[in-house]
């Protein structure tokens, strides 16, 4: 067992784990942040991106030991306390789910994309949401809440509101 320590969704996290512990399997076991999902195991689906340190990542293709000091962001950590994120809000307004499995992946993807393109086109939302699968939607919502949210936190930027 090793002795890893991180910051999850801002709070510090110290955990013993094994060496071989996907990241995927800390956040859903042990910390409990079972909007992380695990869907396919081999980093092609999505369900389980977060980000790290700010950039979006497939949590089942990492080691947990490969955080260490570093900081992850799930889906539970966007809403600040009872306000949801934009994207969060965004995704509910604009249907941009039905089944809801791989929701949390692609908002994780989306605030990777909005953090280093606050604007982006649709070609750059539909990019950044390349590697992420969605088996009920087709996808057109998914981007237009997307398109929503970075709207939002564009003009919630200028107004001082995010």
Known sequence: MTMLKLTVNGKPVESDIAPTTLLVDLLRGPLALTGTHTGCDTAQCGACTV??????VKSCSILALQVQGR???TVEGLAKGDQMHPLQEAFMACHGLQCGFCTPGMMMAAAGLLATNPKPSEADIVHALDGNICRCTGYVNIVA????AADVMANGAKAGVQ
């Open 51 to 56: 980000l790290i340190d700010g950039r979006s």
């Open 145 to 148: 809440a997307v398109q929503q």
């Open 71 to 73: 900081s992850v962001t």
